[in-house]
């Protein structure tokens, strides 16, 4: 995780999550990741006049890996 950016829980949608990206200990909103149904993944979507460092990325880059397998790994626990 990265030591400026954290990752807050929104509104899930019936079978998605999504999650505001956002600076640590300030209001400041980075973006927002969600579900890329096309893509078949989640995505991040960045707000406007914002930029990132490579740590940053790196962050993001990996939470949105993890969030896609966690979502991958619960469809495949549910009978069809």
């Known amino acids: 995780m990265s030591a ?7 509104a899930a949608k019936p079978k998605t999550r ?3 990206v956002r600076k640590k200990d300030t209001p400041l909103v ?3 990741i969600s579900w890329m149904a096309t893509w078949r993944r989640y995505w991040f979507e960045p ?12 962050a993001i880059a990996e ?3 993890k969030q896609t ?3 991958w790994d619960r469809l495949k626990g549910i009978p069809t």
């Open 63 to 65: 939470f949105l890996e």
């Open 18 to 20: 999504t999650w505001i």
């Open 4 to 10: 400026y950016i954290e990752f807050i829980e929104g």
């Open 30 to 32: 980075l973006g927002r």
């Open 47 to 58: 707000g406007e006049a914002t930029g990132f460092d490579a740590s940053c990325l790196k």
């Open 69 to 71: 397998r966690d979502h």
